[in-house]
């Protein structure tokens, strides 16, 4: 069996190597050969995936921050295509990363309509729809795009793996097949460390205070984030001088950069690479970016402040063109949609929030088992361990039926 999976960033990198070592263990046991060809980055070579193209380091939010991926990702996508003629796959996997996702999705379906596709972890779109519907104006008409988007995505695709039960909720009633399967999150933290473990691993004393910095999964957070959490850094080190901070490095393209900031602003910290499990697991505070990270350090227990920025000019088109707001950015809010952890947005992200915040955090006990107990509450919607095997399951069982119709 031949299988095309195609993601991008950083995330969807994780994703998809957890879903390719599950197929491969998952074909295995069924004794089935498997081939599988990617666009996605270094995770997933390692698992097992024949890279095409890297695709890790082509992400952004934003459309003044995107207008620099435009030509990569064309160059990306017509490999791909290319690819996909010369070899048709027994099935195409589309992970996240909607708009070159929906280039590729709909090449197949127009020019190989004999392969199955099917899309796993839907883009957000599902979340933001039903709080715009109400709308008028150009936030209406934001509503009418992602609308479309979502209207291209059912037609294009065969079955949907939904790992939030709303989002499985949204596509049905959409008339596509979908499975429930749970966040596939829950299977990467029952491998990672206890605290205690990780600060053995790491080497950090039972009683020094540990703070994780996350700054940057995309290239527009080293420039937008990574100097304001250096900053609040530097300011919860003179009021804190037993602290210590460990900053794992998502992409070694992105070392250089914050290693000379760390320096800059004198920090007293440690970069960590491919132990951003045991960094967060160690710690008694994390000070991150907004994205999937915000997940795992929420299933492991550890309070966190999220904050996010991009350009003035597309927060001020999405603000005055589009009015657009959002009730919450970070996904360990959005599960149960109410204020589990601090989010700081654009202005609101300056070092003075995020030093506040984080020392209400640190020092108020209350506040950090409120935090705790709203984790279990987000956890318990998250589904349960397992499901990756449960996605390569549904995956290999929904092709080898197609073959034998």
Known sequence: ??????????????????????????????????????????????????????????????????????????????????????????????????????????????HL??????????????????????????FKLTNQILT??????????????AIFPGEARYFQEKGVLVSWIGHPLLDRIETAPSREQARQLLGIEPDRLAIALLP?????????????ICEAAKQIQAKLPQVHFWIPISLEAYRSAISAAVKDYGLQATLLEGKTLE?????????????????????????????YRV??????????????????????NLVVMKSI?????????????????????LLNRDRRQQTLADYSQMRACLGEVGVCDRAANEILEFVSHLHVD
Do not use: C, H
């Open 279 to 307: 960094a967060i697991a160690a710690a008694d505070l994390a000070i991150t970016k907004s994205g999937t990270v915000n997940l795992e350090i929420a299933l492991l227990n550890v309070p966190q402040v999220v904050l």
């Open 216 to 228: 940057a999964s995309r290239k527009q957070e080293l420039k937008y984030l990574l100097p304001v």
């Open 1 to 110: 069996m031949r299988i095309f999976i195609s993601t991008g960033e950083v995330s969807g990198d994780l994703q998809g190597a957890m879903l390719v070592d599950a197929l491969k263990r998952q074909a295995k046991a069924r004794n089935i050969e498997l081939e599988i060809v990617a666009l996605g980055g270094d995770r997933m070579a390692a698992a097992g995936a024949k890279l095409l193209e890297n695709t890790t380091a082509i992400g952004s939010i934003g459309p003044i921050e995107s207008l620099s991926f435009v030509l990569p990702t064309l160059k990306i996508q017509r490999r791909a295509k290319q690819a996909l003629q010369q070899n048709p796959p027994d099935l195409l996997i589309l992970i996240d990363y909607l708009e070159p996702n929906l280039a590729i999705g709909s090449y197949v379906r127009q």
């Open 148 to 161: 479309q988007k979502s209207k291209q995505l059912v037609q294009i695709i065969d079955r949907l793996l």
């Open 113 to 138: 309509p004999q392969v199955p596709i099917v899309y796993y972890i839907a883009p957000q779109d599902w979340v933001w729809a039903p709080l715009l519907e109400n709308n008028q104006g150009l």
């Open 341 to 361: 952890v601090p989010e700081l947005f654009q202005e609101e992200a300056t070092p003075e929030r995020i030093v506040r915040e984080s020392l209400e955090l």
């Open 311 to 332: 350009s003035p000019i597309t927060i001020w088109i999405a603000r005055n063109l589009l009015n657009f707001s959002i009730p919450f950015m970070s996904p360990s």
